[in-house]
C-alpha cells in the first residue's frame, strides 16, 4: 500500500514537472517572437523615416498622389476640415523668393513663384515680401495671407516651408546658395532648363524681383489652372482683414449699391510716371525730386503731356468726375475710393466731390481705433480696398496698374461682375476736345459711353502680341484658361 503511495507522488511529480517546463518552453517562444516583432517593427519604422510614406502606399511615382486626405479639427470653429492629400516627390532643392513692388505685383508674383517651384519639384520656402519700396512696409507674409492655409491648401501640389530646415539654414547663412533674377516674361521650359540645373547644383536657389517672370501665354494648361488656383483659393488674407473688409461691406450695402473708384492719383504713381497734368510749379518740381531719389524708378526725363496723350497717364480727379458723369454713373450712388492719400488733397477732389456728393473712404466709414492696427502698413490697408473692389457693383480703375489688373481678374473669375475699364488714350483726347469747345456734352458724353459699351467685363480671350509680353493683355486681368462656361464659348 505504501509502494503504490509512493509511486503515484513519483507520477505527480513528475507531472508537474513536464507541466512547468511546457509553461517555461511556451513562455520563451513568446518573448522571442515579441523580440522578432519589435525588431521588424523598428526596421520597418527607419525605412519610413527614410522613403515616407511610399513603403506602405505601393511605392507611387513622383507624381502621384495619396488617396488619403488628411483631416484636421479647427481649434477656433471646432469643425473639421479636410486637407488635399500630400503630393510626393522627390525633392530637388529649396527655392527661396524676395518679391517686389506693391501688394498686387507682389500677389501675381507668388502665383508664379507657386507654379515654378511645383514644376521644378523643389520645396518653396515661403515667400519674403518687399520692405524696401517707396511704401516702406515692414509686413511679413503672415501678417497679410493666412499663411497655414497658404501652404496646407497647396499640399497636393507642392511642399512650402515657413523656413528652411536647420541644416540647410545654416549653409545659406554660410553664403552657399544662388541668387539671380529670373528673365522676365519666361515660359516654363527656361525654368526647367536654366534655374532647375542651378537648384540641383547649389541646393538652394533664391530668386530677387520676381514680378512678370512668367509668360502671359504659351504654356499648359494645367500651369495657368494652378496660378489661378494659387491666386483665387491659397492666397487667402488674414482673419483680421478679411473681418474687417466685411464690415467695410456690410456698411456699405445698408445704404444700397456702391461703386468703387481706384483713384491711383497718389504720390508715388505720378513721381514714378512723370504724369504732372493739373499740378502747379512746385507740385511739379516736388513729383521730380522724388523720381530721382528713387535709384530703380530707371526712367528720369519724362514729357508729361506726351505720356498723357499716349493713354500712360491715371486720370487726374477733375478728369474722372468728367467721364463718371459721361457714362451715367448716378451722381447719388456711394462712391467708394480705393486708393491711399490722393495728391493735392481736397483742392484736386473738389470736382469729384460736387459731382459725386458720396464719397466714402475706409478712413470715414470706420472708427480710428479699428484702422489702428492697419494704418501703418500699406500693404495692409491695400488688402482692405482689395476685399471691398472684389464685392462692388461696379469697379473702375482709372490707371491700368496692378491692382487694377488683378482685381479685374479675381471679378471675372468671381462671375464676371462689372468693371469698366477706361480707355485712356482715347478719353484725354475726348476730353481736351470738350474743354475746349470743339465737342459738346451730348457728343462727348455719347462717344464715351459707346466706346466703352463692350469693355465691361464680359467673356473674352486675352489678346497675345508674340515677343512683345508687355503690351500684351495680362494673364492676371483675365486668365480665361480659369474662366470658360460649359455651355458658352469665349469670344475672342
Not at 76 to 93: A, D
Amino acid at each position: 500500500m505504501k509502494m503504490k503511495i509512493f509511486s503515484e507522488r513519483k507520477v505527480e511529480k513528475l507531472r508537474n514537472s513536464m507541466i512547468l517546463r511546457s509553461q517555461m518552453k511556451l513562455w520563451m517562444i513568446r518573448a522571442i517572437t515579441m523580440i522578432l516583432l519589435w525588431t521588424c517593427f523598428s526596421q520597418l519604422m527607419a525605412l519610413g523615416e527614410m522613403w515616407g510614406t511610399r513603403l506602405l502606399k505601393g511605392w507611387p511615382s513622383c507624381f502621384s498622389h495619396s488617396n488619403l486626405p488628411l483631416i484636421v479639427e479647427s481649434s477656433s470653429f471646432q469643425e473639421k476640415i479636410i486637407l488635399p492629400p500630400k503630393r510626393i516627390y522627390r525633392n530637388n532643392g529649396y527655392l527661396m523668393v524676395s518679391c517686389n513692388g506693391g501688394l498686387n505685383q507682389m500677389r501675381a508674383a507668388i502665383c508664379d513663384m507657386v507654379t515654378i517651384a511645383r514644376y521644378l519639384n523643389v520645396t518653396l520656402i515661403v515667400p519674403e515680401l518687399d520692405k524696401t519700396s517707396f511704401w516702406n512696409d515692414p509686413s511679413e507674409f503672415q501678417d497679410i495671407f493666412d499663411v497655414d492655409h497658404f501652404i496646407t491648401s497647396l499640399r497636393d501640389e507642392v511642399r512650402i516651408l515657413k523656413e528652411l530646415p536647420p541644416r540647410v539654414k545654416k549653409r545659406v547663412e554660410l553664403g552657399m546658395l544662388y541668387s539671380l533674377q529670373p528673365i522676365s516674361w519666361s515660359d516654363i521650359s527656361y525654368y526647367l532648363h536654366q534655374i532647375l540645373p542651378l537648384v540641383q547644383k547649389y541646393k538652394v536657389v533664391q530668386l530677387n524681383k520676381t514680378d512678370a517672370r512668367l509668360a502671359n501665354n504659351g504654356l499648359p494648361i494645367e500651369i495657368q489652372k494652378l496660378r489661378c488656383r494659387v491666386n483665387f483659393n491659397a492666397l487667402r488674407f488674414t482673419s483680421q482683414i478679411e473681418e474687417l473688409g466685411r464690415r467695410v461691406v456690410r456698411i456699405l450695402r445698408e445704404k444700397g449699391p456702391f461703386l468703387v473708384l481706384h483713384l491711383r492719383y497718389e504720390m508715388d504713381m505720378l513721381a514714378f510716371s512723370g504724369c504732372t497734368h493739373g499740378c502747379n510749379g512746385e507740385e511739379e518740381e516736388e513729383l521730380t525730386r522724388m523720381r530721382y531719389a528713387y535709384p530703380w524708378w530707371k526712367e528720369k526725363v519724362i514729357n508729361s503731356e506726351t505720356r498723357r496723350k499716349e493713354g500712360l497717364c491715371p486720370l487726374t480727379p477733375e478728369e474722372t468726375a468728367l467721364v463718371l458723369t459721361a457714362l451715367g454713373i448716378d451722381r447719388n450712388v456711394q462712391i467708394y475710393i480705393a486708393a491711399g492719400e490722393i495728391y493735392g488733397g481736397q483742392r484736386r477732389m473738389a470736382s469729384l466731390a460736387s459731382a459725386f456728393p458720396n464719397l466714402v473712404r475706409k478712413e470715414t466709414l470706420l472708427e480710428p481705433s479699428d484702422l489702428k492696427f492697419f494704418e501703418n502698413y500699406s500693404s495692409q490697408m491695400a488688402a482692405l480696398d482689395y476685399l471691398v473692389s472684389l464685392e462692388s457693383d461696379i469697379f473702375i480703375p482709372t490707371f491700368d496698374g496692378n491692382m487694377a489688373k488683378v482685381v479685374e481678374g479675381h471679378r471675372r473669375f468671381l462671375g464676371f461682375k462689372k468693371t469698366i475699364s477706361l480707355d485712356k488714350k482715347l478719353l484725354v483726347s475726348l476730353i481736351d476736345h470738350y474743354n475746349n469747345g470743339s465737342l459738346n456734352w451730348d457728343e462727348f458724353s455719347t462717344t464715351v459711353k459707346e466706346t466703352h459699351a463692350d469693355g465691361m467685363g464680359s467673356p473674352k480671350k486675352r489678346n497675345a502680341i508674340p515677343d512683345r509680353p508687355k503690351e500684351e493683355d495680362y494673364f492676371y486681368a483675365n486668365p480665361h484658361e480659369c474662366l470658360q462656361l460649359l455651355d458658352e464659348p469665349l469670344s475672342s
